[in-house]
């Protein structure tokens, strides 16, 4: 007969698998001193399963995924309820929803609505569902909101819809409707800030550097200089309207898009945007953001790949400004982001998050990025793409999730609350060495270590991500722990989030584990 463990048996396993080894620990020295960058946020998108769920799910269970999602309560034995994100994305639609089939894309699931009408005339009851969230981000205590576009409006597009077609390379959109295009932003941002739900950030451009001519999503391709223009007039209207909202740019599709110099117009960003004699420059723009904005896609394997993409972006970065912040602002897994794993299944063990968990470590401690965001927040699919998956109820079909249906926290979901939950925004990654040796390449196959810092309270959060199937004795150099112990947080097959202890002087990470460390008073 099976049996299931129950959540007192699981704390007690997971406690049991802190218990020290004999064998030779891992050694690394955290130098508190050695101060990385500065933690902006962790975050995760609401397109496009939150326009049904926000809008016709029972409340009950809206709340319960709003809590698994933004919450920073525990339970009764000081487990997290939720992984406590730091940035919501907002997804502005552009209309390929009110088109329905003529928009091109098959999948309601994947159009979006548009505030704006073919008339002019803004109808804020559109994208109820998505706004749900956003209160639902706002009521607990989420602090940045980033609005991002996939397309112009529909009745701004050369081509009518809010995809491209044609071959067409540049931006989908009408040159004498840009400033439109850009005002519309602004007037979004206006509007919301008015309802107290401030905007922090806009991103007017997805991965531009793809042609966006499936029939699964809106999205366009877009040059480097037909950015900067969008950028220009959203950069002024915001201005002119006293807001405090940042343009970002550019959600580049890969990492090396931010330096290739292939010819291409879409390429290069970094050096395109921000070198003061590039005519694409922003820098010297109110309302814009000093930060890149790349995705990590098709540059994580093979490993020694991933390593060396990273290591890479902040050189490139530094050449062009030596003040550039960088974001990692998507990633979700795709066929060609791995070997040996499916991409078009569901997960429910720890392998895609060991995965996800390895990326982290390394986008945040070799590209240097102070923000990290998952793809989407709730997802239909039955594939890695969402942190909070939904399966039907049961005899029910696919289509029935518009109204209801069940909530699957993921592996992958606890594994990014080991950072999320944690790691605060203002808090600073600081330096962590083996003392061993081992390069970033070989901490990718066993036991990843960082650090990070609250410098107002001292609290400390170390991660460790244990790829191996061999429990991992670690010893920690460089620190001064008052009471000699750490709460520990443990993400493992049998383990979410699941709250323990261990002494300082003797903590182990279990095979096939996320595991976080916190003390208050780190000296």
Same mark, same amino acid.
């Given at each position: 007969?099976?049996?299931?463990?129950?959540?007192?048996?699981?704390?007690?396993v997971c406690m049991i698998m802190m218990v020290p080894?004999?064998?030779?620990?891992?050694?690394?020295?955290?130098?508190?001193?050695?101060?990385?960058?500065?933690?902006? +946020?962790?975050?995760?998108?609401?397109?496009?399963?939150?326009?049904?769920?926000?809008?016709?799910?029972?409340?009950?269970?809206?709340?319960?995924?709003?809590?698994?999602?933004?919450?920073?309560?525990?339970?009764?034995?000081?487990?997290?309820? !939720?992984? !406590?994100?730091?940035?919501?994305?907002?997804?502005?639609?552009?209309?390929?929803?009110?088109?329905?089939?003529?928009?091109?894309? /098959?999948? #309601?699931?994947?159009?979006?609505?548009?505030?704006?009408?073919?008339d002019g005339k803004y109808d804020w009851n559109k994208?109820?569902?998505?706004?749900?969230?956003?209160?639902?981000?706002?009521?607990?205590?989420?602090?940045?909101?980033?609005?991002?576009?996939?397309? #112009?409006? *529909?009745?701004?597009?050369?081509?009518?819809?809010?995809?491209?077609?044609?071959?067409?390379?540049?931006?989908?959109?009408?040159?004498?409707?840009?400033?439109?295009?850009?005002?519309?932003?602004?007037? *979004?941002?206006?509007?919301?800030?008015?309802?107290?739900?401030?905007?922090?950030?806009?991103?007017?451009?997805?991965?531009?550097?793809?042609?966006?001519?499936?029939? @699964?999503?809106?999205?366009?391709?877009?040059?480097? !200089?037909?950015?900067?223009?969008?950028?220009?007039?959203?950069?002024?209207?915001?201005?002119?309207?006293?807001? +405090?909202?940042?343009?970002? *740019?550019?959600?580049?599709a890969r990492f090396d898009y931010l330096w290739w110099?292939?010819?291409?117009?879409?390429?290069?960003?970094?050096?395109?945007?921000?070198?003061?004699?590039?005519?694409?420059?922003?820098?010297?723009?109110?309302?814009?953001?000093?930060?890149?904005?790349?995705?990590?896609?098709?540059?994580?394997?093979?490993?020694?790949?991933?390593?060396?993409?990273?290591?890479?972006?902040?050189?490139?970065?530094?050449?062009?400004?030596? @003040?550039?912040?960088?974001?990692?602002?998507?990633?979700?897994?795709? !066929?060609?982001?791995?070997?040996?794993?499916?991409?078009? @299944?569901?997960?429910?063990?720890?392998?895609?998050?060991?995965?996800?968990?390895?990326?982290?470590?390394?986008?945040?401690?070799?590209?240097?990025?102070?923000?990290?965001? /998952?793809?989407?927040?709730?997802?239909?699919?039955?594939?890695?793409?969402?942190?909070?998956?939904?399966?039907?109820?049961?005899?029910?079909?696919?289509?029935?999730?518009?109204?209801?249906?069940?909530?699957?926290?993921?592996?992958?979901? /606890?594994?990014?609350?080991?950072?999320?939950?944690?790691?605060?925004?203002?808090?600073?990654?600081?330096?962590?060495?083996?003392?061993?040796?081992? +390069? #970033?390449?070989?901490?990718?196959?066993?036991?990843?270590?960082?650090?990070?810092?609250?410098?107002?309270?001292?609290?400390?959060?170390?991660?460790?991500?244990?790829?191996?199937?061999?429990?991992?004795?670690?010893?920690?150099?460089?620190? +001064?722990?008052?009471?000699?112990?750490?709460?520990?947080?443990?993400?493992?097959?049998?383990?979410?989030?699941?709250?323990?202890?261990?002494?300082?002087?003797?903590?182990?990470?279990?095979?096939?584990?996320?595991?976080?460390?916190?003390?208050?008073?780190?000296?």
């Amino acid at each position: 007969m099976k049996k299931t463990l129950t959540a007192s048996m699981v704390a007690i396993v997971c406690m049991i698998m802190m218990v020290p080894l004999r064998a030779a620990p891992t050694v690394v020295t955290i130098a508190l001193h050695d101060e990385k960058q500065v933690i902006h +946020s962790f975050g995760a998108s609401d397109a496009w399963t939150c326009q049904f769920v926000g809008e016709n799910w029972p409340l009950e269970k809206r709340n319960a995924i709003a809590d698994l999602l933004f919450s920073r309560d525990v339970d009764s034995k000081g487990n997290p309820r !939720g992984i !406590g994100l730091s940035m919501w994305r907002f997804n502005v639609g552009a209309g390929s929803a009110e088109q329905g089939d003529t928009s091109g894309i /098959w999948s #309601p699931w994947q159009r979006a609505e548009c505030f704006l009408d073919k008339d002019g005339k803004y109808d804020w009851n559109k994208q109820k569902g998505q706004q749900w969230f956003m209160q639902a981000a706002h009521d607990r205590g989420v602090p940045y909101l980033l609005a991002f576009t996939n397309s #112009p409006p *529909v009745q701004f597009t050369l081509n009518g819809i809010a995809h491209s077609s044609d071959k067409r390379w540049t931006y989908n959109i009408r040159k004498d409707a840009v400033p439109a295009y850009a005002d519309f932003l602004v007037q *979004v941002a206006e509007h919301f800030a008015g309802k107290g739900l401030p905007i922090d950030y806009i991103s007017p451009a997805n991965e531009p550097q793809y042609i966006w001519e499936s029939d @699964k999503q809106e999205g366009t391709p877009a040059e480097n !200089g037909e950015i900067a223009e969008a950028a220009r007039l959203i950069s002024k209207g915001l201005h002119d309207k006293g807001l +405090s909202t940042k343009v970002v *740019v550019s959600e580049a599709a890969r990492f090396d898009y931010l330096w290739w110099k292939e010819g291409n117009p879409r390429q290069n960003q970094a050096d395109a945007f921000w070198n003061p004699s590039s005519p694409c420059y922003l820098g010297s723009l109110p309302n814009v953001g000093r930060v890149m904005l790349a995705h990590s896609y098709f540059t994580t394997w093979p490993l020694s790949k991933q390593v060396d993409i990273r290591q890479q972006v902040p050189d490139h970065l530094k050449k062009v400004d030596p @003040k550039l912040g960088f974001w990692q602002s998507e990633f979700c897994i795709m !066929g060609g982001d791995r070997n040996a794993i499916a991409a078009d @299944k569901r997960d429910p063990e720890m392998d895609t998050a060991l995965f996800v968990a390895r990326l982290i470590h390394n986008d945040l401690t070799l590209a240097n990025a102070s923000q990290w965001s /998952w793809w989407l927040g709730v997802s239909i699919g039955n594939n890695d793409d969402g942190l909070v998956c939904l399966g039907p109820m049961p005899g029910k079909d696919r289509d029935s999730l518009k109204t209801d249906g069940q909530v699957i926290p993921t592996k992958i979901f /606890w594994a990014l609350g080991n950072y999320s939950r944690f790691v605060r925004p203002g808090m600073v990654r600081v330096g962590v060495t083996y003392d061993d040796g081992r +390069s #970033p390449l070989d901490a990718s196959t066993s036991l990843m270590v960082s650090a990070y810092l609250d410098k107002k309270t001292r609290q400390l959060v170390i991660v460790a991500v244990n790829v191996t199937d061999e429990a991992q004795p670690l010893r920690l150099s460089g620190l +001064s722990v008052k009471g000699n112990s750490f709460d520990t947080y443990i993400t493992s097959k049998t383990c979410d989030l699941t709250r323990g202890k261990s002494s300082a002087d003797a903590v182990t990470i279990p095979p096939r584990s996320v595991v976080t460390l916190v003390d208050k008073t780190a000296l």
